[in-house]
């Protein structure tokens, strides 16, 4: 059972890996969604992450944990500076700003040569991230949304994701709140960033554009975000999409963006909403209905 | 208790409301009346931070609030309920409530208010593990009105509590209003239904295209021309106008 269980993970390894990372990466984006931002800022933060963590294991000698836990810190930290000016801004503002963020910090990657690699990157980096860690860490993302919304916390962000006036004349600080879930949502995002870039061997300033923080936003979306296991669903769906689709190199993208269409489509909810609502058994139901009615024609 | 000095407010660079001057006593229950777009919810909006002034003094215990947060002021004891029964329809009746404790720390005592407020509205208690969303809208107008008193305000800003409710719906909630009243609330109630505000408040205030077109005791100002013509329905103004359009 056991040597099963280490065959599988030699051949599989990477995707479960890249699986766990990502569902780390939907609960980030999901903390900030909760709170009513859609971030594009997700890549920008990782990219901090990455590259403070990878400076400090390559050049200082910094324990690993240590450096992710800065690298979680300087991105938070980040977050709380531009979430500022940012967080007044609404909906498709906010998201240009945070894509903006993301752009400056992909710019600096590529021309702060001495200790980003430029456009090469940073090649050679000690693969420290372990599988056990990855699993750790997504756990406690679990573990951490669960607590949240059922805590004070919680209850006040679902009434600010709402009616953010409303939430006002009730006492609610509504700019602390949301700047907290952006500065918790950056921390979750850099401290992937870390792990990521020590999972891989290899970043560059590529790795950490406008596509990662869409891709980070659509696990969440598409597995569910009302339902607490929905970015996990999403991120794993996601990741393992494409290694299913691999037998057609061609259609890969094709059938991976057709999917995104009809989950959007027929599950505006998210995947998960599939197991939530009575989706299933309408339908069931009415099925058996159908044949009910039919039988009873039948045996008048 | 409520003091407003030339207050002037609004949106943007257009004032809504110009050199206002109200005052609430400790106590009282104020009504503000007027028309649409009266500058009636800009009043209560700027008396609860949710609108910057644009100049002039709003004090509530003699401390000046009018560039205080609208969660301070909440904190200071100013609860506003309003327009249209907002409540957060994906929440239970209960959770509702809880978060309108948001700003108090002491359980008991917040666990006592809630039971205060299923006295109070027995109907909310039957519901209480209910969607919100799912309440008529009575229902979500006496949530609302709860959800306000469980942040136990001196002082309660209510927003056309009557607002698309039937009659005796209606009825039941200026009871309520007048019950709270009495147990020692202040109350500054903004409606369109003068009639209604004005048997239940004990002072009221006249609002015109945002100025203060007249106050008074409440039996004073139901006699006035101007308040009979305009609000009541009962006056020359009302019978002239039907004979025009007949005419």
Not at chain 2, 150 to 166: C, F, Q, T
Request: aromatic share 8%.
């Amino acid at each position: 059972m056991i040597g099963l269980f280490e065959e599988f993970l030699s051949s599989y390894g990477n995707v479960v890996d890249l699986c766990l990372l990502n569902i780390l990466l939907a609960y980030g984006v999901w903390l900030a969604l909760s709170g009513n931002m859609f971030t594009l800022g997700t890549g920008g933060f990782m990219a901090l992450g990455a590259y403070s963590s990878v400076f400090f294991t390559t050049q200082t000698g910094m324990p690993f944990s240590f450096a992710v836990l800065i690298g979680g810190l300087l991105a938070g930290g980040a977050a709380l500076i531009i979430g500022l000016p940012v967080l007044r801004l609404r909906g498709d503002y906010f998201m240009l700003a945070t894509f903006a963020f993301t752009e400056v910090v992909r710019v600096i990657a590529l021309n702060w040569e001495s200790v980003t690699g430029g456009a090469i990157g940073i090649v050679g980096i000690p693969r420290y991230t372990e599988t056990w860690q990855l699993a750790l860490l997504a756990i406690a993302a679990v573990y951490f949304a669960y607590a949240l919304r059922h805590s004070h916390f919680g209850r006040s962000i679902a009434a600010i994701r709402q009616d953010d006036v409303m939430s006002q004349t009730m006492g609610i600080n509504v700019l602390a709140h949301r700047l907290t879930l952006f500065g918790a949502s950056a921390f979750v995002c850099g401290i992937a960033g870390a792990m990521a870039a020590h999972l891989n061997f290899f970043i560059g300033p590529t790795d950490f554009g406008l596509l990662r923080s869409v891709d980070a936003l659509s696990y969440p979306i598409l597995g569910g975000f009302n339902a607490l296991l929905g970015p996990l669903v999403g991120a794993i769906f996601t990741t393992l999409l494409p290694e299913f689709l691999r037998f057609s190199n061609q259609w890969r993208e094709i059938l991976m963006g057709l999917l995104v269409i009809l989950v959007v489509l027929y599950l505006p909810g998210g995947a998960m909403s599939l197991l939530q609502s009575d989706r299933l058994a309408r339908i069931f139901r009415r099925r058996l209905i159908e044949r009910h009615s039919i039988e009873q024609r039948a045996e008048s | 208790m409520l003091e407003l000095q030339d207050v002037t407010s609004g949106y943007g660079t257009v004032p809504a409301i110009s050199n206002i001057n109200i005052s609430v006593p400790q106590g009282a229950c104020v009504c503000l009346i007027g028309a649409n777009g009266a500058g009636k919810t800009t009043t209560l909006l700027t008396i609860s931070g949710l609108v910057r002034a644009f100049s002039g003094h709003i004090k509530i215990d003699g401390v000046d609030h009018t560039t205080m947060s609208a969660d301070r002021i909440v904190r200071g004891g100013v609860s506003l309920v309003p327009e249209g029964r907002r409540v957060i329809a994906s929440m239970s009746v209960e959770d509702n409530l809880l978060i309108g404790a948001y700003v108090r720390k002491n359980g008991p005592e917040i666990a006592n208010d809630m039971r205060a407020v299923y006295n109070r509205f027995p109907r909310l208690f039957e519901r209480r593990r209910h969607y919100a969303g799912s309440l008529s809208g009575g229902e979500q107008q006496m949530l609302a009105i709860g959800r306000a008193l469980m942040a136990r305000p001196k002082l309660l800003l209510l927003d056309e509590p009557s607002m698309g409710l039937a009659p005796h719906v209606v009825r039941e909630i200026f009871e309520t209003i007048q019950e709270i009243n009495r147990q020692g609330t202040t109350i500054l109630l903004v409606e369109q239904n003068a009639r209604k505000a004005l048997s239940i408040a004990n002072y009221g205030y006249v609002l015109e295209k945002g100025r203060i077109a007249a106050e008074g005791p409440t039996e004073q100002l139901r006699n006035t021309d101007t308040v009979r013509d305009a609000y009541l329905g009962m006056g020359q103004a009302i019978e002239s106008t039907s004979q025009a359009a007949l005419g």
